[in-house]
């Protein structure tokens, strides 16, 4: 007990004390305002900006006033997509983003691959974001200590990992001074950049001409469009994230359409602002590539090379530091939306049920310690190459960017007839669905031998194991519907006796007392009960109900919900009383919901020990014929541990095997 409890202190220490989920304030406090949700969830997009613009400069090979048009288009492209995104979080004002959308759209396989697509992807954006932001902060290190950059960017992910597993919020709030000075700093930077150069525009407007007429004279029309282009889809970084805020919808403060559209306008318009000011600083300053060092490190030294020498180095440390910080905080989104996804998927039974169950600080705690362990996988795998997790992050993201705006085009042409502006929402979506689908291809093409093979190959894999085991879940619940039967033999039986006048059965605390773990009235718990019957026949006169309603990813959406589900656990239960009512027997139920089924039995166990002393409990369990590791991976065994808890208070408790 002494360890146990030990482990129980250093958890408390580390994530902090249980919440509690009854208490009607706890969604409002653990949500996010819009300004909270463009730091949580739309630096993903704004982190962006430290490496997507970069990546596609430096494809334009010696032609950099091209950048002038691949920064207008990804400027627009990014007000497109988020556009596309709104109509999204007016469709499905609960979240569930690019798995959802394309679940309920096109079909749930095609859900499934958007979903795993969209899994990897947010493993990937915890392992750029932290690698990109390790790449800042040594860029202006000395080049003796870089080989700890790898460490460093690992300690970063357990930092986080430990962060997320306290909270939502508690994750968020220490990052928000550091991302209002990313964007100070960075407005400075290209306000700077941009109008030192305004000043002389005469001259930069004829050599920039001079410029573009020599790269049309080498290149030719068809090279330079070509060029621009590549540019542009290998720029495709620059995109991610803004997916984010569809996905993370029931995180946000209510009124949560009105809570995201805000919160999608402000990642958005911030995004696409940095990205074309970053673009037009890299022509104006003439910025090239330095080993060991990233594209906007050289380009704040540049901006500040003028300067004296102390106010050089702090601002370019200062504005370094923040895009580190930053992208730290872009790692977030990964912690928030994947183990959502995760859940969300479980739900529909596409991954473990375990993924879908919250811990006592109301957060999905396995989805966010896969999440964080992936992550280091990748990290490891990696060494942190930025150059390389892009191209593995770009194709995932933008397969789910396709999937979900075909499906927005398609919902909007069903329906036309009703929607008064189809035809301007088809529109939008359809510029969204044409652009994700170009990047996506150009960027499989372009890559595909350089690191774009292992993420499809990582995604078809999550696939086929998803489909392995919705295919294992389908087969056990056809198994049970066989005893689905013994409902309906129950609800017949106790109509014919209804219809006879019998006594009110009588309670005697004293007498022998049969208590029955249950989780809804079904023929799994019904089996329990007649197993009893069979084997202990006319040994218990006083029957009793425990039934626990877990709160989980599903259902812990607000007070309502909350109270939905504990009405219809105490309905479920009450089915068990009434039926063994019309059968002359005593009976009656104890019921109660939390995120752990174990201790909320433990909790009413004294409660009924005391009233009825001389009694039992009994639970069920399904018994596969050939019971593989995956059997015990994909399905609930609490009935074990809930023996084990009540044999150390010295309480009998049988479990009963239900054969399937």
């Known amino acids: 007990m002494t360890i146990i409890s030990g482990l129980k202190r250093t958890k408390r220490l580390f994530i902090g004390g249980s919440r509690d989920f009854r208490d009607s304030r706890i969604f409002h406090s653990i949500s996010l305002s819009a300004f909270l949700a463009w730091v949580g969830l739309g630096s993903d997009g704004l982190s962006s900006s430290c490496y997507g613009p970069a990546e596609a400069f430096k494809a334009l090979q010696g032609h950099p006033t091209l950048g002038i048009f691949v920064a207008i288009a990804t400027g627009l492209t990014i007000l497109i997509i988020a556009s596309s995104y709104s109509h999204i979080i007016e469709l499905f004002p609960s979240g569930g983003g690019g798995y959802l959308v394309a679940s309920k759209l096109l079909s749930p396989e095609v859900g499934v691959v958007s979903g795993s697509a969209l899994l990897i992807d947010y493993v990937l954006t915890i392992t750029i974001s932290i690698a990109s932001g390790a790449d800042a902060i040594f860029s202006f290190l000395p080049h003796s200590l870089y080989e700890y950059k790898i460490w460093f960017a690992v300690a970063g992910v357990i930092t986080l990992l430990i962060l997320n597993l306290r909270g939502i919020k508690e994750a968020v709030l220490p990052l928000v001074p550091v991302f209002l000075l990313f964007v100070l700093t960075h407005l400075i930077a290209i306000a700077y950049a941009i109008g030192t150069h305004l000043m002389n525009a005469g001259a930069v407007y004829h050599e920039t001409s001079a410029e573009l007429t020599r790269s049309f004279h080498s290149l ?111 790692a977030q989104t990964g912690f928030l939306d994947g183990p959502r996804v995760l859940a969300n998927m479980a739900l529909d039974n596409w991954l473990p049920k375990k993924f879908a169950t919250l811990s006592d600080r109301l957060v999905t705690e396995r989805g966010i310690l896969v999440m964080g362990l992936a992550s280091f996988v990748m990290m490891i795998a ?109 609800v017949i039986s106790g109509t014919d006796i209804g219809e006879k006048t019998l006594p009110e059965p009588v309670c005697d605390p004293k ?12 023929g799994l718990g019904l089996h329990t009960l007649f197993s009893i019957s069979r084997l202990f026949s006319g040994i218990y006169k006083n029957f009793i109900f425990v039934e626990v309603g877990p709160v989980d990813a599903g259902n812990f959406k607000g ?25 002359g027997y005593y009976a009656e139920a104890f019921t109660a919901i939390g995120t752990d089924v174990v201790d909320e039995i433990s909790k009413l166990v ?36 809930v023996q084990q808890n009540l044999y150390n208070q010295g309480i009998p408790f049988l479990i009963l095997p239900i054969r399937v």
């Open 511 to 522: 007498a022998k007392t049969a208590a029955i773990l249950v989780n809804g009235f079904n």
């Open 382 to 490: 990696s060494q942190g190459s930025v150059d390389f997790l892009i191209v593995l992050y770009s194709i995932n993201v933008f397969i789910t960017f396709t999937l979900s705006q075909l499906g927005m085009v398609r919902h909007w042409w069903i329906e036309r007839k009703s929607e008064k502006e189809w035809v301007r929402k088809i529109l939008i979506n359809g510029i969204g669905l044409i652009l994700t689908t170009f990047i996506l291809l150009s960027v499989l093409l372009l890559k595909f031998n350089e690191g774009g093979w292992i993420t499809m190959v990582i995604t078809g894999l999550l696939v086929a194991l998803a489909f392995f085991i919705k295919g294992h879940y389908n087969k056990t619940y056809e198994t049970l519907k066989r005893l689905d039967i013994i409902v309906e033999a129950a």
């Open 220 to 330: 030719g029309l068809f090279g330079v469009l070509f060029l621009i282009l590549k540019a542009y889809s290998l720029g495709a970084g620059t995109f991610t994230g803004i997916e984010a805020v569809s996905n993370g919808l029931p995180v946000l403060r209510e009124p949560r359409i009105h809570t995201a559209k805000k919160t999608m306008q402000l990642m958005a318009w911030s995004l696409s602002i940095t990205v074309m000011g970053l673009i037009t600083a890299y022509i104006f300053l003439d910025v090239s590539d330095t080993p060991g060092k990233t594209l906007n490190a050289v380009l704040f030294e540049s901006i500040t090379a003028s300067w004296n020498g102390m106010a050089s180095t702090s601002f370019v440390w200062i504005t370094l530091l923040s895009e580190a910080v930053l992208l730290f905080i872009a």
């Open 559 to 583: 007070a309502d919900e909350i109270g939905h589900l504990n009405e219809y656990v105490k309905s479920e239960s009450d089915k068990y009383v009434r039926y063994m009512k019309e059968h």
């Open 606 to 641: 004294p409660a009924i020990t005391a009233r009825y002393p001389d009694i039992v409990f009994f639970g069920g369990q399904l018994v596969f014929t050939r019971e593989s590791l995956l059997d015990r991976w994909l399905h609930n065994y609490t009935v074990f541990a």
